[in-house]
Protein backbone atom coordinates (compact mmCIF):
# COMPACT_ATOMS: atom_id res chain seq x y z
CA UNK A 1 0.00 0.00 0.00
CA UNK A 2 3.20 2.16 0.62
CA UNK A 3 4.56 1.84 -2.34
CA UNK A 4 1.66 2.11 -4.21
CA UNK A 5 1.27 5.56 -2.37
CA UNK A 6 4.41 6.63 -3.10
CA UNK A 7 4.21 5.91 -7.00
CA UNK A 8 1.07 7.99 -6.86
CA UNK A 9 2.84 10.41 -5.30
CA UNK A 10 5.52 10.66 -7.78
CA UNK A 11 2.98 10.34 -10.82
CA UNK A 12 1.81 13.46 -9.26
CA UNK A 13 4.58 15.44 -8.82
CA UNK A 14 5.79 14.96 -12.55
CA UNK A 15 2.79 14.16 -14.42
CA UNK A 16 1.99 11.51 -16.58
CA UNK A 17 4.41 8.64 -17.03
CA UNK A 18 4.13 5.73 -19.75
CA UNK A 19 1.97 3.35 -18.34
CA UNK A 20 2.65 -0.53 -18.59
CA UNK A 21 -0.50 -3.01 -18.60
CA UNK A 22 -1.48 -6.20 -20.48
CA UNK A 23 -3.25 -4.14 -23.28
CA UNK A 24 -6.46 -6.00 -23.61
CA UNK A 25 -6.63 -8.47 -26.31
CA UNK A 26 -9.93 -10.21 -26.01
CA UNK A 27 -12.62 -10.69 -29.03
CA UNK A 28 -14.87 -7.80 -29.06
CA UNK A 29 -13.10 -5.17 -27.38
CA UNK A 30 -12.68 -1.72 -29.40
CA UNK A 31 -9.83 0.82 -29.35
CA UNK A 32 -12.52 3.72 -30.58
CA UNK A 33 -10.08 4.20 -33.56
CA UNK A 34 -13.02 3.62 -36.12
CA UNK A 35 -10.82 2.48 -39.18
CA UNK A 36 -9.06 -0.22 -36.34
CA UNK A 37 -12.23 -1.39 -35.29
CA UNK A 38 -14.15 -1.73 -38.74
CA UNK A 39 -11.05 -4.31 -38.97
CA UNK A 40 -10.67 -5.93 -35.69
CA UNK A 41 -14.87 -6.62 -36.24
CA UNK A 42 -13.98 -8.63 -39.34
CA UNK A 43 -11.05 -10.38 -37.69
CA UNK A 44 -12.98 -11.40 -34.60
CA UNK A 45 -16.13 -13.17 -36.94
CA UNK A 46 -13.19 -15.85 -38.51
CA UNK A 47 -13.74 -18.53 -35.52
CA UNK A 48 -17.56 -18.42 -37.19
CA UNK A 49 -16.51 -19.08 -40.94
CA UNK A 50 -15.91 -22.37 -43.19
CA UNK A 51 -13.24 -21.56 -45.40
CA UNK A 52 -10.06 -22.79 -46.84
CA UNK A 53 -6.90 -20.33 -47.96
CA UNK A 54 -3.55 -20.48 -48.77
CA UNK A 55 -0.72 -17.93 -47.96
CA UNK A 56 3.19 -16.84 -48.61
CA UNK A 57 4.58 -15.87 -45.58
CA UNK A 58 8.15 -13.95 -45.93
CA UNK A 59 10.24 -13.09 -43.20
CA UNK A 60 11.27 -9.92 -43.85
CA UNK A 61 15.07 -10.56 -42.50
CA UNK A 62 16.41 -12.97 -44.45
CA UNK A 63 13.50 -12.78 -47.28
CA UNK A 64 12.62 -16.75 -46.58
CA UNK A 65 9.18 -17.25 -47.89
CA UNK A 66 6.99 -20.32 -46.57
CA UNK A 67 3.84 -21.62 -47.96
CA UNK A 68 1.04 -21.91 -45.47
CA UNK A 69 -2.59 -23.35 -45.64
CA UNK A 70 -5.67 -22.70 -43.46
CA UNK A 71 -8.84 -24.75 -43.61
CA UNK A 72 -11.57 -24.78 -41.32
CA UNK A 73 -15.54 -26.13 -41.26
CA UNK A 74 -17.86 -25.50 -38.61
CA UNK A 75 -19.83 -27.95 -39.15
CA UNK A 76 -18.37 -30.68 -38.18
CA UNK A 77 -16.03 -27.95 -36.20
CA UNK A 78 -12.51 -28.65 -37.27
CA UNK A 79 -9.37 -26.74 -38.14
CA UNK A 80 -5.92 -27.15 -39.74
CA UNK A 81 -3.28 -25.38 -40.35
CA UNK A 82 -0.08 -26.15 -41.98
CA UNK A 83 3.05 -24.07 -42.07
CA UNK A 84 6.14 -25.35 -44.35
CA UNK A 85 6.03 -28.97 -43.51
CA UNK A 86 4.31 -28.93 -40.67
CA UNK A 87 0.05 -29.29 -39.79
CA UNK A 88 -1.87 -28.43 -37.03
CA UNK A 89 -4.84 -30.32 -36.31
CA UNK A 90 -7.80 -29.57 -34.09
CA UNK A 91 -10.53 -31.65 -34.40
CA UNK A 92 -13.46 -33.59 -32.50
CA UNK A 93 -10.68 -36.23 -31.07
CA UNK A 94 -8.62 -33.47 -30.03
CA UNK A 95 -4.95 -31.50 -31.18
CA UNK A 96 -1.84 -32.81 -33.09
CA UNK A 97 0.97 -31.42 -34.89
CA UNK A 98 2.29 -33.70 -37.82
CA UNK A 99 5.56 -33.06 -39.14
CA UNK A 100 5.42 -33.99 -43.12
CA UNK A 101 8.58 -34.43 -43.58
CA UNK A 102 9.22 -37.25 -41.29
CA UNK A 103 5.82 -38.83 -40.91
CA UNK A 104 5.09 -38.05 -37.64
CA UNK A 105 2.66 -37.00 -35.37
CA UNK A 106 2.18 -35.77 -31.37
CA UNK A 107 -0.69 -35.20 -29.09
CA UNK A 108 -0.57 -31.34 -28.98
CA UNK A 109 -0.12 -28.23 -30.65
CA UNK A 110 3.26 -27.50 -30.92
CA UNK A 111 4.25 -23.81 -31.79
CA UNK A 112 8.05 -23.88 -31.77
CA UNK A 113 7.94 -26.14 -34.56
CA UNK A 114 7.23 -22.99 -37.09
CA UNK A 115 8.86 -20.54 -34.44
CA UNK A 116 11.53 -19.70 -37.35
CA UNK A 117 8.69 -18.65 -40.14
CA UNK A 118 7.62 -15.67 -37.91
CA UNK A 119 3.72 -17.27 -37.76
CA UNK A 120 1.95 -18.87 -35.39
CA UNK A 121 -0.26 -22.20 -35.35
CA UNK A 122 -3.22 -19.22 -34.90
CA UNK A 123 -1.74 -16.93 -37.58
CA UNK A 124 -5.02 -16.67 -39.37
CA UNK A 125 -7.23 -17.06 -36.40
CA UNK A 126 -6.86 -14.91 -33.05
CA UNK A 127 -3.12 -13.56 -33.15
CA UNK A 128 -3.76 -11.12 -35.92
CA UNK A 129 -6.90 -9.37 -33.78
CA UNK A 130 -4.36 -9.55 -30.95
CA UNK A 131 -1.79 -7.98 -32.85
CA UNK A 132 -3.82 -5.30 -34.11
CA UNK A 133 -5.22 -4.26 -30.77
CA UNK A 134 -1.54 -4.11 -29.29
CA UNK A 135 -0.58 -1.92 -32.25
CA UNK A 136 -3.95 0.34 -31.28
CA UNK A 137 -2.11 0.28 -28.02
CA UNK A 138 0.58 1.79 -29.13
CA UNK A 139 -0.45 3.71 -32.03
CA UNK A 140 1.29 7.19 -32.93
CA UNK A 141 -1.26 8.30 -34.91
CA UNK A 142 -5.05 7.38 -36.16
CA UNK A 143 -5.36 4.50 -38.52
CA UNK A 144 -6.15 5.10 -42.15
CA UNK A 145 -8.63 3.06 -43.56
CA UNK A 146 -8.33 1.57 -47.18
CA UNK A 147 -9.22 -1.39 -49.42
CA UNK A 148 -7.22 -3.74 -52.10
CA UNK A 149 -7.63 -5.96 -54.10
CA UNK A 150 -6.28 -9.71 -52.83
CA UNK A 151 -6.75 -13.18 -54.62
CA UNK A 152 -9.41 -11.76 -56.62
CA UNK A 153 -11.56 -10.24 -53.81
CA UNK A 154 -11.78 -7.08 -51.75
CA UNK A 155 -10.34 -6.71 -48.57
CA UNK A 156 -10.75 -3.94 -46.09
CA UNK A 157 -7.62 -2.18 -44.29
CA UNK A 158 -6.23 -0.40 -42.16
CA UNK A 159 -2.34 1.23 -41.77
CA UNK A 160 -1.61 1.78 -38.26
CA UNK A 161 0.89 4.50 -37.34
CA UNK A 162 3.60 3.18 -34.67
CA UNK A 163 6.80 4.36 -33.66
CA UNK A 164 9.50 2.83 -36.29
CA UNK A 165 7.05 2.53 -39.75
CA UNK A 166 3.23 1.28 -40.56
CA UNK A 167 1.42 -1.77 -39.90
CA UNK A 168 -1.20 -2.75 -42.83
CA UNK A 169 -4.05 -5.21 -41.08
CA UNK A 170 -6.30 -6.49 -44.19
CA UNK A 171 -9.69 -8.79 -43.87
CA UNK A 172 -12.26 -9.98 -45.99
CA UNK A 173 -15.59 -9.59 -45.48
CA UNK A 174 -15.95 -12.98 -43.74
CA UNK A 175 -13.30 -12.36 -41.36
CA UNK A 176 -10.43 -14.06 -43.37
CA UNK A 177 -6.85 -12.41 -42.88
CA UNK A 178 -6.27 -11.20 -46.44
CA UNK A 179 -2.90 -9.27 -46.16
CA UNK A 180 -0.15 -8.21 -43.44
CA UNK A 181 2.62 -6.20 -43.80
CA UNK A 182 4.70 -6.08 -39.83
CA UNK A 183 8.12 -5.14 -38.97
CA UNK A 184 9.22 -8.46 -38.91
CA UNK A 185 6.73 -10.69 -41.59
CA UNK A 186 4.50 -10.41 -44.75
CA UNK A 187 1.76 -12.18 -45.13
CA UNK A 188 -0.25 -12.85 -48.11
CA UNK A 189 -2.94 -14.37 -49.03
CA UNK A 190 -3.25 -15.93 -52.81
CA UNK A 191 -6.20 -18.40 -52.88
CA UNK A 192 -9.59 -18.41 -50.76
CA UNK A 193 -12.44 -20.52 -51.60
CA UNK A 194 -15.65 -20.35 -49.01
CA UNK A 195 -15.40 -24.17 -48.15
CA UNK A 196 -13.05 -26.46 -46.12
CA UNK A 197 -10.73 -29.06 -47.27
CA UNK A 198 -11.28 -32.25 -45.79
CA UNK A 199 -9.10 -32.82 -42.75
CA UNK A 200 -6.70 -35.40 -42.88
CA UNK A 201 -6.68 -38.36 -40.50
CA UNK A 202 -2.86 -37.34 -39.30
Known amino acids: ?8 ATSCATGLRPYFE ?12 PAIDAVLGLYDQVDFVTFTASYDVQ ?8 AASVTQSTSPSG ?13 ASGTRTCRLDAGTCAEGIDAAA ?24 SRVGAGVPSTIDVAGLTATCVDVPVAGGTKQYCSLADGVLAKFVGADVLIDLTEYRPEA ?5 G
Not at 22 to 33: F, K
Not at 79 to 91: A, K, S, Y
Not at 197 to 201: G, K, M, R, V
Open 79 to 91: REVTIGTVRFTTD
Open 59 to 66: LLFGGVTT
Open 114 to 137: VSNTGVTPEFAFGDMAKRLRRDAA
Open 197 to 201: TPLSA
Open 1 to 8: MLAATALA
Open 22 to 33: DTPTVVGTTTGD
